[in-house]
């Protein structure tokens, strides 16, 4: 049940007013607190708090009152605009489509008036006193930044009290009536016939309302222009001594030679480790619980294309796996012959069985008796055999591009610890995944991000398709605009968690300086790493410290006494702190698969020291604060990712404002003149249009329409004029 608090500052609920979407879904809830005549309090409650909801809001742009009624109203009927809830859900009582904005006489222009474009006709009823009439001429200007701007009346209810709305008028008809509970049936068809009366006098707006050019004065009223500022989080540097010991150099050598942030390269070869040891193993966090999690990981590396380097700092580490990949090709292919021979004999020996069996049928003497005892011998013969059958030489892989259902699970089965799921470039994978014909490879890629998910497929004409345990780590690079519309997509409720699973998302600073760098690869460092890679790739783990009971799948590791303190103490922060304290569902999802997270970079560090030739045992305590370390470090980094979709219009309002402050804008420009050039960020008419209706709200722009040249022609596209302080 969705809530709100009883009282506020000592005042009581009066009225509350729900802000839902064109799908009558709830967004919100605006609260009224009074003590009888005293001043009122109205309270924005829009910050989801479990079933209910907490103060404040943080929506840019803010949702109108009323969306849901203006979804099922025609366009080509009236619309009524007041100024507050209480005299819009007045309207609504008496069946009229009636729509408001947030936050009183000044705010008007917060709201995001989008859902008027193409409705023919608009009334707007202004209070009786100037902030009423402050409040119209903004609604007005808003409805004509729209593309079909509707024709726009004003409706000045007759012997209005000063500062009196649509509810004084309306309670001539009912004194009774407080203007907070639904207008009295009884009263409406007399107040209904007077409402369509006072249509009749409904004015156009005044003309110096209207924006008009002038040759060489615009005859705008220009204000100082706002600042705009980014709204982007900062994150965490990488730093080395979050790193396994026995990796740092390498990352310093590399990040140096290429004069890249660390956090690709970092985050790439915990991937590709975490893919190394996949389902091979697990560990169960708790010291006596059986919750258990599988360390394979997904990684994703944001940032534009040839500025950070993404695609050259990936294939750092993954030159280790592919190393190791034609190792053990190299392996098969000496193994082959004897395994050939191994087939050969043993299919030999069958032959001979399926011989003797033949001949066994056909009796010993003249009356064909058949001799039970050579028949069983036989059997047991055969039986041995097939216990004995050798096993189909199969390449042991490491990583695949490929994303069939049907390949994969081959791979799977033919590599139990799992595979790395490698692309350069994850844009394609999750347009391809957006689809409907693929949506059955994006659950089974989904289940593969546990690690210890089964998939079994039986189809006519396929057969049957099993695999017992599924287990894909990923690794690709995205650009941030392209990252946009899956963020939206979330930040929307059209989330399955696809999001959340690129745990390993990072999306840092671009470097500030850069320097000609051109040294040798420090090849002690790589080997150390590579030494590593092989060691994992063969290792036992009950011989480095894993348990394994009777009635356990694979291998598991506990933490050590320190270690697990460190775990009990970092989960109850996370679960009683940070998720509790987050006010976006999205992040809260997010950080909610931090629970798997932590040990599983903790099981991974501990392992990498135990290869390098530490100790082998429970996972120590030194994992441990490493893992909560990087939990932190990428913490930092999803919230800069999602701030992306949470105000996209600011964003790109800043690139705008950058190319204004560089003077690569004409004044008065359209929205085609800055997406045909393919800025970052302003690539297309919708991203430029939001920007410069942030920019016009800031002061920074002022649209002009263009009248149609001929009837029935299409309207030209507005113009926007530059705030004469940046010409």
Known sequence: ????????EGKPLKASWNYLNQDGELLGIVGRYQNGSDKKEIIPYFKRNGSGFAAGIELNPRPLFGLDKLAAHPKNKAVFICEGEKPAAALHSLGVCAVTSLGGSQSALKSSWQPLNSFKTVFILPDNDEPGQHYARDVYAAL????????????????????????????????????????????????????????????PVPEEWAMTDKADNTGFIWETPGEIESNTPPVDAFRLEIMPEPFRPWLADVSHRMQTPPDFAAISLVTVIGS???????IKPKRFDSWEVVPNLWGACIGRPSVVLKSPSMKEPMQFLERLQADYSKQFEQGIAAMEFEHIKYKAVEEDIKARTSKAAKGTKKD???????????????????????????????????????????????????????????????????????????????????GYGSYTDNKIGRGLTDCPNVCISLLGGIQPDKLKIYLYQAMKGLNDGLVQRLQLAVWPDEPETWELVDTKPDNAAKNRVYDIFKVLAEIDFTRYGANQGDDDDR??????????????????????????GDEHPVMIEHLGKY?????????????????DGKAPGPVTERAALLAAEWCKYLESHARRIYSMAQNPEHEAALRLAEKIREKALPSPFTAKDVYKNHWHGLKDRQEVEAACNVLIEENWLQMERKPVKKVGGRPPLPSYHINPFFL
């Open 595 to 611: 629970g798997s997270l932590m040990p599983s970079l903790a099981v991974i560090f501990h392992l990498v020291e135990v290869a």
């Open 1 to 8: 049940m969705n809530t709100i608090p009883r009282t506020f």
């Open 368 to 450: 064909g008796v058949i001799s039970d005892e050579e028949m069983a011998k036989l059997e047991a013969d055969y039986l041995s055999l097939k216990e004995k059958t050798p096993p189909e030489p199969v390449r042991r892989q490491f990583k695949t591009n490929e994303t069939s259902i049907q390949s994969m699970t081959v791979l799977q089965n033919q590599n139990p610890r799992g595979l790395l799921f490698f692309r350069d470039e994850l844009t394609g994978l999750l347009a391809r995944w957006e689809r409907e014909e693929h949506s059955d490879e994006r659950t089974y890629f989904m289940t593969g991000f546990n």
């Open 555 to 580: 291998p598991f590791f506990r933490f050590d006494d320190a270690g697990q303190a460190v775990f009990n103490s970092w989960l109850t922060e996370l679960q009683t702190v940070k998720i509790r």
């Open 276 to 282: 190394l040891i996949g389902a091979g193993c697990s």
């Open 144 to 203: 004509m930044r729209l593309e079909e701007s509707p024709e726009v009346k004003l409706l000045r209810l007759s012997d209005l009290p000063e500062g009196g709305d649509l509810v004084d008028w309306l309670q001539e008809f009912s004194p009774d009536w407080d203007g907070l509970q639904p207008f009295p049936d009884t009263e409406k068809a007399w107040a209904l016939t007077d409402f369509k009366a006072e249509l009749k006098k409904a004015e």
